[in-house]
């Protein structure tokens, strides 16, 4: 049995537009993914996030479920349209209500609530009317919506996350349009990135000044997959280390040096934008630790002639042409239903890349979980490839741990079926199945599995 230390967090995360519903209730405004699923051919089925999991209804019995495994903490979304339906202005006491209920229930059951402030539902009126992430407007109004978060929830909140996963907002909202707002471009995803940023900073900026005095928290999450090289010439290897530097570096570089790597400076140019002074020092040391969402692995080469860098939803990090990268997979790495790789030894060579290369951060893994093919209730229940999965990557948390990498707590995603962005219902990676027609909630074989792992503290 490998025993992870007596602090380490194990917990499980969801998202607001993926699983709350009640899009047109409590208040609550609309958002650019309620914009973005009713346009056509933009996700599978049709489907959207209007009732999702019915959680505004049912948190209850989610947070009972969560009691039932063991959880010991619970990563949430906060949707900014529920705080403040336009995205600006006086709070809806409706939204904030619904998220004080929800956290003193947590509490009730002994489970620690983790908010993130975004998870990608931008108040459709910030895009329509102020040009969303692309217009610098957007710091100030982040800021203030975070202020008022921490004011209504900051007595009970020891860990916040300012954003999740800004590099899908930038690239896969405004590079390649797979999520919402949609835009296809090679410049607007720096122009986002720049002011995520920001708004991350200034966020932290909010959160400091108020000095709460609850010995709290606050950080932002990047996603990255990791890059081996192709072959062990120089060229790949260079190639590995610039597509990782385009991924997590083009978010992590700014908050723990100081600016953008200098590879992304080389070879963006300006359409790079670039950092004053007095932004630099903002965001530099903007995050009390390290969030980390990761899935999966993939082979990085240098270019031949005649190959171009491809296209990969799954992970292609920074612009897909900018890095000058080839990405391909080992034919023997097995696969999730999402066609993501599964390379557990991905996951501790990155948590190994991100200790060195930012000097020891403490580090959370705030995602990790994979989708399986689920078309009836008897193969949800018994998901062994799930768990194979989870065994893999956890293990190799702990290999990185004896590395004496500082990672202090694992979430599993997701708690239970949800509405997964482009791929509506279609994929599933809950521990727990939900029936959409009933919402009725049942244990996987993972969730059981799961529940040993947080008891034991070891697996």
């Not at 108040?123 to 100030?140: A, F, K, N, T």
Request: with cysteine; charged share 25%.
């Amino acid at each position: 049995m490998n025993k992870f230390p007596n602090d380490f967090v194990w917990g499980t995360a969801t998202s607001s537009y993926q699983i709350e519903g009640a899009v047109n209730e409590g208040g609550r405004g609309r958002s650019i993914w309620d914009l973005f699923c009713e346009q056509p051919n933009k996700i599978l089925n049709s489907d959207s996030g209007s009732t999702a999991c019915n959680h505004y209804y049912l948190f209850e019995d989610d947070v009972k479920l969560m009691a039932d495994l063991g959880i010991k903490a619970y990563r949430f979304s906060i949707a900014w349209p529920r705080i403040q339906p336009s995205g600006e202005g006086e709070p809806n006491l409706a939204g904030i209500s619904f998220y004080n209920k929800l956290i003193d229930c947590l509490i009730d059951n002994d489970i620690e609530p983790w908010i993130t402030l975004y998870h990608w539902d931008l108040p459709e009126d910030l895009y329509l009317r102020h040009q969303g992430w692309l217009s610098s407007s957007i710091v100030d109004k982040f800021g203030e919506y975070a202020r008022i978060c921490f004011e209504s929830f900051g007595d009970r909140i020891k860990h916040w996350i300012t954003l999740n996963e800004p590099w899908c907002s930038a690239v896969l909202g405004y590079g390649n349009g797979h999520h919402a707002p949609g835009h296809i471009s090679n410049t607007e995803p720096y122009i986002a990135a720049h002011n995520l940023l920001l708004s991350h900073a200034r966020a932290v900026e909010v959160y400091r000044d108020l000095s709460l005095n609850n010995d709290g928290v606050i950080g932002i999450t990047n996603n990255c997959d990791y890059r081996f090289p192709l072959t062990q010439t120089e060229e790949d290897i260079n190639a590995a280390e610039r597509s990782l530097e385009f991924f997590i570096g083009w978010f992590a570089d700014p908050i723990w040096k100081g600016d953008y790597p200098q590879i992304m400076k080389e070879l963006v140019g300006n359409r790079l934008p670039k950092f004053t002074e007095d932004e630099k020092k903002l965001i530099l040391g903007s995050s009390d630790f390290f969030g980390l969402n990761h899935y999966s692995s993939m082979l990085a080469s240098e270019p031949n002639e005649g190959i171009q860098p491809r296209e990969n939803i799954a992970g292609n990090g920074g612009m897909f042409e900018d890095q000058l990268v080839h990405l391909s997979d080992d034919p023997n790495w097995k696969k999730t239903h999402m066609e993501w790789n599964v390379v557990p030894e991905g996951c501790k060579e990155l948590l190994k890349w991100i200790d060195k290369r930012y000097n020891k951060p403490t580090i959370y893994i705030t995602e990790n979980g994979c989708a399986q093919d689920e078309p009836t209730l008897e193969a949800a229940q018994n998901d062994d490839d799930r768990i194979q999965f989870f065994e893999g990557y956890i293990n190799a948390c702990y290999e990185a741990i004896q590395d004496d990498v500082n990672l202090k707590g694992y979430f599993a995603w997701s708690l239970m079926d949800n509405f997964e962005w482009a791929w509506g219902y279609d994929r599933r990676f809950g521990l727990c199945r939900v029936d959409f027609n009933t919402f009725e909630r049942s244990l996987k074989k993972s969730a059981h599995w799961y529940k040993e792992v947080i008891k034991n503290n070891s697996i």
